[in-house]
């Protein structure tokens, strides 16, 4: 009898370390995976509070003799020229992240509609066309759209970038919104156009609301996609007043390439705004990526 | 939903003769108004440049784009290309960039995301911290690892140095056998994010039940997750290793800002020779060509993605 209990019992513990055993190997993995993602992102921040001197020394100051702010009140500081340039491309980037998200929202909300209620002749064609523009890089495009912003008169604007940047986020934004709006009950809509509304209205006043997380996780995307897009801005312009802060960041430190912590400094704050908007909006950011792909 | 889609078009294919097809799209026309906006942008600024890449492929054309003075000159371009040496050099790095980064970046990723998936004090913070890369630009990232990898003042350099490793600070990415590798690991940085959230998400569609069942049935850990989890993670899979080797194939900022594909070509990608022909060289008719290879590349590779993308639309439907 003891025997049987004994090895029972001694058979539990070792389940037990072995499962114990996966949970410790979670626990590492994930501690190795914290290192890898944060210990970059501190470095970056500890050296933007270095002076430049402490900043080239050999072996590193793991920490700085005399922490300053010297750097972000550089770049921050609209009287002096550093300061004037870094804020002017803070803005340029504002204005086209902004410009560039309301405008997708406008022209992904009809069509994600479409692609999710109606039955149209093409429709799956146009769907998987849209899938499949997200493959293509921006090399492609970049040689003709430069000849057809200069032909309509957009090269050095912001609207060639405005209208590029509408484009390629488009077919993510449809699909995002699509799977919204695949979780919405048709039935809602049926109710209300049984109740005299019409389409539009329908559209307007049941689904609209209801598909407020989707639009807004869009208008994540489009956000964050606009606002770190690198290779069009560095082709299309070239006036250094209209620089976004990606083309603005790189030339400005081509020419002072040992002021490591005022790119550090810089680099923070060109993050900064992605990652709050990120932050705060999680939620709805994650839940689209997995509606649209996963569950499709 | 889509399987009556499906159904919906196999009746409509059956009905004989062309006009019936477009009567059909009269009936629909008002739908395609929502579509419209969206079809109209893409026209210009999408189906124009590849129709222009096209031709520009088969002409020669003088730098600054002056584009009147170009000549037809046939597949002479894409014999160029295929006869170069460094077409091939540039080949071999593309394919060690997009395997390596995808293959590490989709094992890294599913493997937080399993660990992640049991809950524990913090795991909120913990994942938003781990996709925080993902985020910011690769503008930001490029420079933050570049002053990592930095030949005198690297933090990287320092540890090793102090370690007793080596006596001199190891130059990373001044060197043509440690540069490819050393990038692959900065567009993990950025891409494994995107991997663990996808699977996250995945791992919430295995049914409870089935591993409780299969617990209950003496599986251990392994075999539940061999047997119950992965089959099921399947298709999110396909569909995440495909996203993550098309962003691969294409990805130019890292490489470029990094090391601008040098030194001697080490970390020349396509993307980046590409750019570097077109506007720097301003060879821009063999840049098209290289845009035409590409293209194909490509489209075999969405041919695969249309596939796993149905394949799941065909599977849900059926359940």
Known sequence: MSTIAETASRGQIRRRMRVDGWRWAGRIFLLFMLLYTALPMIWMLITSIKSGFAATQFPPQWWPDEPTLASYQKLLDPQNSVGQDFLRFFWNSLFVSTVTTILSVIVAVPAAYAFSRF??????????????????????????????????????????????????????????LKGFYDNIPVQLEQAARIDGATRFQAFIMIVMPLSTPGIIATAIYSFIGAWNEYIYAYTFLSKNDQLT???????????????????????????????VLFLVLQRYFVRALTEGAVKH | MTIVTGKAEARRKSQPGRSGALRNMWEHRADYAYVLPAIAVMLVVIAYPIYYTIELSFYKTPPGLQLRDKTFIGFDNYTTILTSEVFWKVTWNTLIWTFGSTFISFVLGFATALALHRDFVGRGILRAILIIPWVISAVAASYI?????????????????????????PNFIDNVSTVLPAL?????????????????????????????????????????????????????????????????????????IMTAGGPSNASHIWITHIYELAFGRQRWGVASAYSVLLFLILMMLGYFYVRALSGNERKEGGA
């Open chain 1, 119 to 176: 039955t149209f002749p093409g429709r799956n064609f146009l769907f998987f066309a849209v899938l499949l523009r997200n493959m293509f890089p921006a090399v492609i495009f970049l040689v003709p759209l430069f000849i057809l912003m200069r032909a309509i008169g957009l090269v050095n604007t912001h609207g060639s970038l405005i209208l590029t940047y509408l484009t390629f986020g488009l077919p993510l934004a449809i699909w995002l």
């Open chain 1, 245 to 275: 802060l990606p083309v603005g960041i790189q030339r400005f430190f081509s020419e002072n390439t040992t002021d490591f912590p005022g790119l550090m400094a810089a680099s923070f704050m060109m993050s900064v705004p992605v990652v």
């Open chain 2, 145 to 169: 690892w570049k002053w990592i990898y930095h030949s005198d003042f690297g933090i990287i350099g320092a540890v090793l140095v102090g370690l007793g490793l080596t006596d001199r600070p």
């Open chain 2, 184 to 256: 692959i690991v900065v567009n993990i940085w950025r891409e494994f994010p995107f991997a663990m959230i996808m699977m996250m998400a995945g791992l919430q569609t295995v049914p409870d039940q089935l591993l409780r069942a299969a617990k209950v049935d003496g599986a251990n850990a392994w075999q539940r997750f061999w047997h119950v989890t992965f089959p099921h993670l399947r298709n999110v899979s396909v569909v995440t290793i495909l996203l993550l080797a098309v962003a691969n194939f294409n990805s130019f900022i890292i490489p470029w």
